[in-house]
Every structure is written in C-alpha cells, then in structure tokens.
C-alpha cells in the first residue's frame, strides 16, 4: 500500500516473514517455532561426512533457521548472520586486499567512520569519504584500484538520502567488479529494498529495527550472487565472527512482527517530526518523510516510507541539549535506534564522538543537533514529553 506518494509496499511481506525458513517440516519435533539449538558440534557418522551441520561456526540450525528468513525478506538469496553490525562490516571488508581502495559516504554510524580510519586504512585499504547526494563529488573521488563503494541511507544522524541506483550504476560503469554495499540499518527491507537496485551487498545492524527489542547484538550481510555468497560464507566461518543461537532465535522471532512495528515506527515519526517543525525552539527537522527534506523525492522513489528515526536542530548550543535531554521522562538518553522504547541522544558527544572534529563540522554534527528514535508508545504521550522538556530548558 503506497502511503503519501511512497513507492508501494508489496503485499506477501508480513507472510514471508512468517514463514520463510520457519517449516516444521524441518524438525523431526515438528516444532512451529523454531528449537534453540545451542550444541557446538555435531555427529558425524563417518569421518568428514556431516549429515548436515559439523561444527557451530559453520553453521547451526536456528542460526540458518533466521539467515534464510533475511534472505527472504530481501529479495535475496543468501542471508549471513554475524555477532554485530560492525562484526558484519568486518567480514566484508576482508573481501578486500591490502592495495584496494573504498569510496564511502561521508555520513556513517561513528563506529563505522571509526573502523575505517583506525582499522581498515592500517591494514593498507585507501577509503575516500565524499558527498554521496553530490554524483559529481562521487565520480573524482573513484580510482584505478576503487574496489569497494559503502553507503548508509538515510545517513546517520544527517538523514541525507542516497540515490542507490544512480551511485550503483555510477560504480558498475567503472568496473562490475567494484561491489556495492548498503547499510540498510535504518529502513529494514519493509520500507526498502537496495538489491533491488543494483547493490551487491545489504547489510544490518539487527540490533536495531530488526530485532526491535533493543535486547540482542547482532548483523547480517544478503546477498544474490553465489561467487559473492561463497566468498562470503568461507569468511564467516574463517573470521569467526558469529552471532550465539540464542541470539538469532530472538532476532528470527522479532522478524514476525516487523511489518506491524515499522507501520507503527513510521505513522508516529511523522507525527512527531511535524509537531516538532512548528516549535518555536527548532530551528530544523531532518526526516525524509517531509515534504521540505532536500531528497524528499528521491526517497519516494526508493523507499516504502521513512522508519522511526530522524533528527532536529534546536536552539541554543551545548548547556541547553544537555538540559533538555536530561528533563525528558518517557525518551530515555541513550544510544542506539530502532528499538520499541523511544530514544534519544546527542551525536557529537555520543554516537558519532569517535568522527573527527573537521568532519563532524562539516556534515553539520553540532552540540544542538538531536538524534531521536521514536518507539511504540502513543505519539501524543512522545510530544507531551518533548514539550515538558523543551519548558524546562527554555522557560526562565
Ligand atoms: O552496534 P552494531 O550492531 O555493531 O551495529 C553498528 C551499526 C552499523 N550500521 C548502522 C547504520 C548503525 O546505526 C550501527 C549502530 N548504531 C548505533 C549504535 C547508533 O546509535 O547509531
């Protein structure tokens, strides 16, 4: 169902998420929901000849039981879970070669920023970050040895929104070589779909709107192409970097209500964003989901609308986001997203800390800039709460 001129949300979704890797079939139990399998290895009846799983890192039961599910829900066709999002980005990295050189947005998750710079460069890969809603800024900065191309959208915590086809196709032009990964973190696949444009990789921080309860850590990378699915499955074993079953029996179980929580997430968002434009304390609203955001267009061409999470401007500098987060009673001050329980927290000292201070500057990270991620509770409850706590930091 389209919602305010957004692309349309194919039905089957809710269904898939259900069903998709979850047959009873699969156990001799006939168990409807799948069991937490938790052996670390398994019988063999003769030497090197596994019935169907050896040892827990290669693989489990529930965790194929979730990996196929996310598959599913991409439009992929093979799904890999890893122990976090930033567990997921380092096992895709390693497809990667000293010599080989990233161009990534400039506006990522502070830990991502921070694995690039301090990680990723000292093992002798290139990165250059660049403006990715500026194709122009995109293309100078490719190279000979460009090998990899990295993007968040909507970025963290700006909320720019990236043209996923146009920079893929951008890239693919260069070489098909150069694979094209999406953090798609914020959205989830019911609100969009990067393989479908042309992306090689989508990859998640579950942690976040995935699993929704904002009570396990985890990844995951999808794929379509098997080359891609085999490089990538030697090194989840290789690497080491799995997530624990009870942890993808969670996430698999939080994917049955994905549907009806993002619904909820993106109805409230709006809600909030547009009482909050009106306020005389902020002075900007980042969400994608109105009409002003710069690629508000763009967004209803790839998106099936705009998750819980955006951010403001208010006025006043550090003295008084810092009162203000600390007077709000129903938002807790944390970091994270995407979570029932609405958050709230201040980027430059908390999520993106770790960005170097020039470019924190130039995206426009600001001690005034507020990351919210609105939960489940009623909306007017959210606003009562803003409202109270805008009160206590701006009335005399
Ligand atoms: O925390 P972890 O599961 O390792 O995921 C890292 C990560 C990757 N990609 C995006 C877009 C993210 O937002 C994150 C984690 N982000 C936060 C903790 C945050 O508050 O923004």
Known sequence: MAQNGFLEQKPGFATIAI?????????????VVPPIVTATTFKQPAPAEPIEFEYGRSGNPTRN????????LEDGKHGFAFASGLG???TIYSLLSAGDHVVCCD????GINRLFRNVVQRMGIEISFADFTNLEKVEKVFQANTKMVWMETPTNPMMKVIDIGAISKLAKKRSSDIIVVVDNT?????????????TDIVVYSLTKYMNGHSDAIMGAAIVRDDKLAERLRFLQN????????????LVNRSLKTLALRMEQHKKSSLIVANWLKKHPQVLSVMHPGLPEHPQHELARRQMSGHSGVF???????????????MSLQIFILAESLGGYESLAELPSLMTHASVPAEQRAELGIT????????GLEDPEDLINDLEHAFKATFSK
């Open 19 to 31: 069903h998709a890797g979850q047959e009873p079939e699969k156990w001799k139990s006939g168990a």
């Open 65 to 72: 039981t979730l990996e196929e599910c996310l598959a599913a």
């Open 88 to 90: 997921a980005a380092t």
């Open 107 to 110: 506006d990522v998750y502070g």
């Open 186 to 198: 914020f959205l989830t696949p019911y609100l969009q779909k990067p393989l479908n444009f042309g």
């Open 238 to 249: 290789a690497m080491g970097a799995v997530p624990s079953p009870m942890d993808c029996y």
């Open 311 to 325: 951010s403001f401007v208010m006025a006043g500098g550090l003295k008084e986001s810092r009162k203000f987060l």
């Open 367 to 374: 001690d005034s800039l507020i990351r919210l991620s609105i």
